[in-house]
């Protein structure tokens, strides 16, 4: 079934996605619900976004993926800066169509990854392991670090064939920060500016927003690829943010 359009969110749902009058919801309109066939990780296709993502590849701006643009270098870097909680250290990665994140933390020397996905990629490698949205929630595993690129602004929107709700962002930091070993980290990447609601394709994280995904117990140590003072200027009808093309890894501590 396809997911509900702007004019069909369930009437009692609509304050709660407002955030009580603070957030405008916008319109864009995106069905992917048809788009969760299995996806197979083979040890070629893994090997192939290895040898794509290197560092120096990277830097050269020759990597194999151009989806997120400049997102590779971000997370490159912090895996140089954070060394210390990504080589020899066992990660999560929170929603991963194509091992590209997986493949920059492996470049960068971790010993296990676990990819987090509603669409479980089938997966047989040595150092990357797969596993269900469900089954990571459930779970009393705890990791060095947790990974997450534009994947949780999209929880709960329907865009997916995810259930509707409101704070599914929040409860899958929630998630995250149960799952993190004590001082572990979170780099997370999600759009920035003003808060809004783009029915149905993300959120985009303001003040208030971002205020509330902190709120589960995380110390904002950085931002790497944008400064936060963005927020400052970012104007609520701006269309280049409202297309989340403004997305910084932050860098979140476990208190």
Not at 31 to 55: A, L
Not at 237 to 244: C, Q, S
Request: aromatic share 12%.
């Amino acid at each position: 079934m396809a997911p509900p359009k702007v004019d069909e969110i369930p009437p009692h749902m609509i304050d709660a996605y407002k955030m009580n009058g603070i957030t405008p919801i916008h319109n864009w309109y995106i069905d992917d619900s048809q788009e969760q066939t299995c996806h197979i990780w083979t040890n070629e296709i893994i090997s192939y976004f290895i040898d794509g993502f290197t560092y120096d590849k990277i830097t050269a701006g020759k990597n194999v993926y151009e989806n997120y643009k400049d997102a590779p270098r971000f997370i490159m870097e912090a895996c140089i800066k954070y060394e210390s909680h990504i080589r020899g250290k066992t990660i999560a990665v929170i929603g991963s169509h194509y091992p590209w994140i997986e493949a920059i933390l492996i470049n960068g020397g971790a010993t296990s990854v676990t990819t987090v996905e509603y669409n479980v990629p089938v997966c047989n490698h040595d150092i990357i392991k797969t596993i269900s949205y469900d089954d990571f929630c459930r779970s009393d595993v705890k990791y060095d670090s947790i990974f997450s690129y534009s994947s949780i602004e999209h929880s709960g929107l329907g865009r997916y064939g995810d259930d509707l709700n409101p704070d599914g962002d929040l409860e899958t930091m929630m998630y995250i920060h149960k799952s993190l070993k004590p001082n572990g980290l979170c780099f997370l990447g999600i759009p920035v500016g003003t808060d809004a609601v783009v029915w149905n394709a993300h959120r985009i994280y303001g003040e208030n927003r971002l205020r509330m995904i902190s709120s589960y117990k995380f110390k904002e140590i950085e931002w790497i690829g944008h400064s936060r003072d963005l927020l400052k200027t970012c104007k609520p009808d701006d269309m280049f943010m409202l297309r989340a093309n403004i997305e910084p890894l932050m860098v979140l501590r476990k208190l």
